[in-house]
Every structure is written in structure tokens, then in C-alpha cells.
């Protein structure tokens, strides 16, 4: 079992509000992803880093920013949230060497 | 970039039966195809993978098989159990060059 963890699993909130999502493993993978998935279970790659200090953005345009200051962990912030940015946010991590990329539990963010 | 089509979108058999899904790439360079499992309000499981030095390969019910030449392959789910009803991901990448690009997602659901 992959030890990537992701919180709150579940966040309800305000239009407006100011949202974190948290994301860490304890793999020592040096890649990690943010991911959005819409109910068409499409999986959309919005942010990923190739290690600490490096950021890069995804195939899907997202208003949401991230950052990598330590190797375990890979926060997804959004500065406003709207309605439309509901949606199911998926964290993962891969090792550099062989490839294998492992998902967290994922974030189901409602904005109400 | 990489382009992944995955067929069918969803898929119905009866508990006993084999399932297989397909999937193509576009780009010769790819080497890494990972087969994702995820369950409803989980994230994406990896359940199986091959590398592109090898033509199949078996795990207990489930195999996936590569055609480096025709660009595709598929997974393989024998003697099916109501619990292999899940969504599935293709996914192929180049190791150490790119990030995995999905197939859009095949809904299995196995009947009693």
C-alpha cells in the first residue's frame, strides 16, 4: 500500500473562501501531481514538481496554485474559491528510477 | 505529446467472465504502461504494469499484454467477482522524460 496521504478527504465551503489542500508521502519520491477528476472520471494533470523548489503546470489550466518546499510535501491552494472549482482533487507521487506512480485518497472539494 | 485511447467506456459481463479492456498510444517512444484500479470514492490503485521489453505479464486473474509494433495494449481480467467493478485507467509515459498520460477511464461492472 502506497503512504501518500491527503487531507481534509471531505471539505464543504464558502465562495470566496481562502482553501489548502495537503498532500505528503513518506516514499521519498521526488515527483509528485495534482490531478482534478470530474464525475466523467476523466483524470485531468493540473500541477506536478520534479523535486523541492521546482513547479510546473499541468495539460489542464487550472486557477489553483501549488508549492514544493520539502521533498514529502505538495500543498494545492486555491486564493478564492468558486462553484466551479468543485470537483475531486487527487494527489500522487512517482520514484524518478522505475516509474510507478501511486495516488492518494483524493479530496472531494465542494464550493457552495 | 503522448495520446491514449481507451475502449470501451463502460463494460458489463456476468461474474465468471472475462473482461478486457484496450487501449492505444501514439508516441513509439513510450516504455512504461500502468493498469489503475480505482473503487468509488478511492483514488486510482495501480494494479498492474509492463515495461516495454516484455510481451505480457500475469498476476493471479489479471494480465496485461503490449504490441510495441501495432501501439496498444490491453488488460486482461479472468474469472471475474463482483468486486473488480471499478473504473479503469491506461496510462503510458517514456520513464524519466514525461508524465503518465490516461486513457479516459473504463467503467466494469461484473453482475452476481
Known amino acids: 500500500e502506497a503512504d501518500i496521504y491527503q487531507t481534509p478527504r471531505y471539505l464543504v465551503i464558502g465562495t470566496g473562501k481562502k482553501i489548502t489542500l495537503e498532500c505528503s508521502q513518506t516514499?521519498?519520491?521526488?515527483?509528485m501531481y495534482w490531478y482534478q477528476q470530474d464525475p466523467g472520471m476523466e483524470l485531468h494533470l493540473i500541477h506536478y514538481?520534479?523535486?523541492?523548489?521546482?513547479?510546473e503546470k499541468g495539460d489542464l489550466s487550472s486557477e489553483s496554485t501549488v508549492s514544493r518546499i520539502r521533498t514529502e510535501h505538495f500543498p494545492l491552494t486555491l486564493e478564492s474559491a468558486r462553484p466551479s472549482h468543485t470537483s475531486q482533487y487527487l494527489c500522487?507521487?512517482?520514484?524518478?528510477?522505475?516509474?510507478?506512480?501511486?495516488f492518494g485518497p483524493g479530496t472531494r472539494l465542494t464550493v457552495t | 505529446g503522448e495520446n491514449v485511447e481507451q475502449h470501451p467506456s463502460t463494460l458489463s459481463v456476468q461474474e465468471g467472465d472475462s473482461a478486457v479492456i484496450k487501449c492505444t498510444y501514439s508516441?513509439?517512444?513510450?516504455?512504461?504502461f500502468p493498469w489503475y484500479k480505482q473503487e468509488l470514492g478511492k483514488g486510482p490503485q495501480l494494479i498492474i504494469d509492463i515495461r516495454s521489453n516484455v510481451g505480457e505479464k500475469k498476476d493471479q486473474r489479471i494480465a496485461v499484454t503490449l504490441n510495441k509494433t501495432a501501439k496498444h495494449f490491453s488488460l486482461h481480467i479472468t474469472e471475474t467477482q463482483p468486486e473488480d467493478s471499478a473504473v479503469y485507467f491506461c496510462a503510458a509515459m517514456v520513464i524519466g522524460y514525461s508524465t503518465l498520460t490516461f486513457g479516459k477511464g473504463t467503467m466494469l461492472l461484473v453482475s452476481p
Open positions: 508516441d513509439s517512444a513510450s516504455n512504461y
Open positions: 516514499m521519498g519520491h521526488d515527483k
Open positions: 500522487a507521487s512517482t520514484g524518478l528510477a522505475t516509474g510507478e506512480q501511486y
Open positions: 514538481s520534479y523535486g523541492v523548489n521546482s513547479t
